[in-house]
């Protein structure tokens, strides 16, 4: 799926997502991306330091609902669900194509 379809289900769903060819995944938390590299390295996707990768990395078609739980995350329930189940947390409809801005909680 591309960056933007990825993206929806981060913020909207609670979804942790991933390239298909990595073993860490991004998530959404406190307003932010946070990229979990699963060798013990988290970090705010603002203060990486080759920010040119990271939107390379966007412009990918190849991203995926990760299957990843993490214990902080109140949507955690939907992480066995088909992801076009889930819905979306502004508006309630599955599979409702708005994309939150930045700032949206």
Known sequence: MTFKEAFHFMVHGGKTIKRRSWDGVW???DG???IDDKKGNVSDIRAVD???QIIKHMFKNDWEVAVYHRNDCES??????PVDSIPCKICGISNCGEFPS???K
Do not use: F, H, L, Q
């Open 76 to 81: 955690c329930k939907y992480e066995n669900d």
């Open 32 to 34: 932010a991306i946070w």
């Open 102 to 104: 930045w700032e949206s």
């Open 50 to 52: 080759d920010m040119a």
């Open 27 to 29: 998530y959404w938390n």
